[in-house]
Nanobody, 116 residues
């Protein structure tokens, strides 16, 4: 049973923008803060943005001011708007509950590649 699906990654030049989407099952979406994580080879997965059920947000210092996380209650979807992308933002991005991710919810993720 698929409970969340990430999409929206791609290849973009430095300075460009992408918007990631995470379609979530209603029960997970309604009762959990959600977050976007990213991982590069050889490094642990890091939480870059989180949003609670009330809409309050938190960001990693590395993306503060460039990324915006949001949630659409009608579409039960979490978004990550990424502006001013840098090559160091290149990673696989995942959606999961936050700040404690669920092992059962890790999906395939979506690849974001930023060229210099």
């Amino acid at each position: 049973q698929v409970q969340l699906v990430e999409s929206g990654g791609g290849l973009v030049q430095a300075g460009g923008s992408l918007r990631l989407s995470c379609a979530v099952s209603r029960v997970i979406f309604s009762f959990n803060a959600m977050g976007w994580y990213r991982q590069t080879p050889g490094k642990p997965r890091e939480l870059v943005a989180a949003i609670n059920t009330g809409g309050s947000t938190n960001y990693a210092d590395s993306v503060q001011g460039r990324f915006t996380i949001s949630r659409d209650n009608a579409k039960i979807t979490v978004y990550l708007q990424m502006n001013g992308l840098k090559p160091e933002d290149t990673a696989v991005y995942y959606c999961n509950t936050a700040p404690s991710p669920s092992r059962q919810l890790w999906g395939q993720g979506t690849q974001v590649t930023v060229s210099s």
